[in-house]
Structure formats: structure tokens, C-alpha cells
């Protein structure tokens, strides 16, 4: 019945064997992901050890276009308070987000119903005075119409308008229908 053990660390290993510990709750992250690679005070958990960290191009987008993409239906109760903090409740909903951590942290706990688009300014970051004049793409560029068109161009344009308004060979609406009408009457 009792066992006789020649040293202290068989039975060690004997009472480790019958002790099970059982972990409730999130494992710590310290000890979880342990190798990471710092840089530019990001950590990168990369698949294989070889691997190389990508440079990062230029500097991070000031903007993210957000687009939901799942359902509502079905989910906590506070993915639905991240969606309706971020203005994503409405279906096929998209939102302008700041590019700050704790929209980032918000975006993290969502990032399985959403698409997220860093935007980019072409043609320069939009002024007070550029607003009305700007529009954002669906691939998450935005636009600002800058200047409008030179007058010579639009003086042309208006004389060309002008020019087929006044030809002989031009037939006007009344002319078309009645051709239209002849020619659906007498197919052959």
C-alpha cells in the first residue's frame, strides 16, 4: 500500500504526476509569446525563426476606411457596443477611423467582421477649405478635386456644344421619334 522511495526527487516526480492543476482565464501573454522581435516599437511574432521583418514603407496612415462586413445578428453584446462606438451598426455601414490605439485595440476585438483599408491622400491631405470638394474611393483613396478647369478648356467645350446645336445634318427629337416609329413599323 505505501511505497518506499529511495530519494526526494522520484517522489517528486511521483506527486507531480498525481497533482493536476487546471488553468480557468486567459493565459498570460508574457509567457505566451515570448520571441518576439522589437522594432520600431512594434513586436513581431513572425512563423519562422529565418524570417525577415518587412521595412515599413513610408509613414502609417493617419485614416482607416472601416466597412462591416458579417451580420449583427448573433454576436456579444460587445462587439455590438465596439460596432455601434464605431458607427458601424447600419448594414453596409463604412467609418472613418483615427489611426490611435485605442481605436486600434477596438478595431483588434472586431477584426473578423470588418475590412480595414488604410486611406491615402494622392494628391495631398484636404484642407478646411477642400472639404466640400472631397470624395473617398472605394479602395480607400481619397480625392480632392483641387481646381476646376481651365477656361480656355471649357470655352471650347461650350463652342463644340454650340457648333453641333446649329449643324444642317443634325435631327432633332421630333425627327428621331418619327424615324424610330418608321423603322419599327417596317422592320424588313
Known amino acids: 500500500m505505501f511505497k518506499v522511495f529511495q530519494s526526494s526527487a522520484s517522489l517528486g516526480q511521483h506527486l507531480k504526476g498525481l497533482i493536476t492543476v487546471r488553468h480557468?482565464?486567459?493565459?498570460n501573454k508574457k509567457f505566451l509569446y515570448k520571441d518576439g522581435i522589437l522594432k520600431d516599437q512594434i513586436y513581431?511574432?513572425?512563423?519562422?525563426?529565418?524570417?525577415?521583418?518587412?521595412?515599413?514603407e513610408g509613414e502609417p496612415s493617419k485614416l482607416f476606411r472601416v466597412t462591416r462586413l458579417k451580420p449583427i445578428k448573433g454576436l456579444p453584446f460587445w462587439e455590438k457596443r465596439i460596432l455601434r462606438g464605431l458607427g458601424l451598426f447600419e448594414h453596409n455601414a463604412v467609418?472613418?477611423?483615427?489611426?490611435?490605439p485605442e481605436n486600434n485595440a477596438r478595431l483588434w476585438k472586431v477584426k473578423h467582421l470588418?475590412?480595414?483599408?488604410?486611406?491615402?491622400?494622392?494628391?495631398?491631405?484636404?484642407?478646411?477649405?477642400d472639404v466640400e470638394?472631397?470624395?473617398l474611393k472605394e479602395d480607400g483613396e481619397c480625392?480632392?478635386?483641387?481646381?476646376?478647369?481651365?477656361?480656355?478648356?471649357?470655352?471650347?467645350?461650350?463652342?463644340?456644344?454650340?457648333?453641333?446645336?446649329n449643324a444642317k445634318k443634325r435631327m432633332d427629337g421630333e425627327t428621331l421619334r418619327k424615324d424610330s416609329r418608321l423603322k419599327w413599323l417596317n422592320a424588313w
Not at 49 to 56: F, K, V
Not at 95 to 100: F, L, M, P, R, S
Not at 154 to 164: D, G, P, Q, R, V
Open 44 to 56: 513581431y511574432y513572425p512563423r519562422d525563426n529565418n524570417r525577415e521583418i518587412p521595412p515599413l
Open 24 to 27: 480557468y482565464g486567459k493565459p
Open 143 to 165: 480625392v480632392v478635386v483641387r481646381k476646376l478647369e481651365a477656361v480656355e478648356i471649357t470655352n471650347t467645350k461650350l463652342e463644340a456644344a454650340e457648333e453641333i446645336r
Open 114 to 129: 470588418v475590412e480595414i483599408q488604410p486611406i491615402t491622400f494622392k494628391y495631398g491631405e484636404p484642407t478646411e477649405a
Open 95 to 100: 467609418a472613418v477611423v483615427k489611426n490611435i
Open 133 to 135: 470638394r472631397t470624395f
